[in-house]
């Protein structure tokens, strides 16, 4: 694999710095540094993975995996780490800081055609589990994303997923991006601040986000792409998001410690399938429950139709993702992509 770039190590470790202190009290943070096998507590395989918003429910296979013991029976040191926008976690893989992120695979497209090679190795999910909310005050003048043009519309970060999904809908929608703004409010609090003081007319956000915002009355739901039929709809097929990718020339060189991960994550997407979201609510630390007990299993439910049960890449999902990409990202629309370099279903296809 080419050698990545590197990215200014100030960034980075400050951006390290923040994910520590975010998520300390939650994550079972494995010991040494963290090369990427070898060398841990009982001669367990250390892996840093690098979430994009480890409270968010998109992402709630990481932090359910753990608590479930699941990473510590495979026998490996999994530290987890939190970033509220995912091309901040996509940041700190390419500088070679972590060993894997779990955040949109349409990172891996856009990664390829600028010369880094990165590949899902587990898809959790098929569906975005986004959700385009208008805020009360713009209701009125934003029924549909054809009335984004001149909007300022909330995005957890510049380049971040939501960032292109947002796009994609205004584009898709008969609207340029160039008459939109998309407007970088992180999500949880920060974007439910920004909804009600209207520095934002709408935005795109996840639960627990969501139903904090229908349970506040700030907002009301535009676009909802929880579901296959909601990704269809909004987005013209599968779109497939939450996933754990990693560095393929890491992976091609650590595919133990990479199976060990796989079958980690299949176990537990396996018991989400078996389980109540009263009983996955259960099993996640207390402070994700913001909004409280009874709303935190709500939001859990209406995002559980999105997670795949084995891991594996929907079939059609890569193309769908080319073909939304590809109509705002001039990069995209030019260039080669080889999708099956994007994804494996090597690992998950073994696991038990």
């Known amino acids: 694999m080419r050698t990545l770039s590197r990215i200014s190590a100030a960034a980075v470790a400050g951006a390290l710095c923040l994910a520590l202190a975010a998520c300390a009290n939650d994550a079972q943070v494995g010991g040494g540094s963290g090369g990427g096998s070898g060398g841990g507590s009982g001669g367990a395989d250390q892996v840093k993975i690098m979430v994009g918003g480890l409270d968010k429910i998109i992402y709630l296979p990481a932090m359910l995996t753990q608590k479930l013991g699941y990473f510590k029976a495979e026998g490996v040191d999994v530290q987890l780490l939190t970033e509220p926008a995912g091309v901040q976690a996509t940041t700190s893989l390419v500088a070679g800081d972590v060993q894997g992120v779990v955040g949109f695979y349409d990172h891996t497209l856009d990664l390829q055609v600028k010369g880094k090679h990165v590949e899902s190795v587990v898809q959790f999910a098929r569906t975005p589990g986004e959700v385009e909310v208008v805020s009360k005050k713009a209701a009125s003048s934003l029924g549909s994303p054809k009335d984004f043009k001149g909007k300022k519309l909330g995005v957890t970060g510049l380049g971040s997923s939501t960032d292109f999904l947002t796009k994609y809908l205004a584009v898709r929608n008969g609207v340029d991006v160039s008459e939109i703004t998309p407007v970088a409010v992180g999500a949880g609090q ?163």
């Open 190 to 352: 920060t974007f439910i601040s920004a909804l009600q003081q209207g520095s934002i007319d709408g935005g795109m956000t996840t639960d627990p986000t969501v139903a904090q915002v229908l349970a506040k009355d700030v907002g009301t739901v535009l676009v909802d792409m929880r579901t296959p039929e909601g990704s269809r709809a909004a987005l013209g097929g599968l779109y497939p998001a939450a996933s754990l990718y990693m560095n393929t020339e890491w992976v091609d060189g650590h595919k133990a410690t990479v199976q060990k991960l796989a079958n980690a994550f299949v176990k537990t997407l396996k018991w989400m399938r078996a389980h109540t979201p009263e009983e996955i609510a259960a099993k996640m630390p207390a402070d994700y429950a913001q909004g409280g007990k009874e709303l935190y299993v709500r939001a859990i439910k209406s995002t559980l139709p999105m997670f795949t049960e084995d891991g594996v890449m929907p079939a059609d999902g890569p193309r769908t993702v080319h073909e939304v990409l590809k109509a705002f990202n001039p990069t995209l629309k030019n260039a080669s992509v080889d999708l099956e370099k994007t994804y494996t279903t090597e690992f998950v296809k073994k696991a038990g």
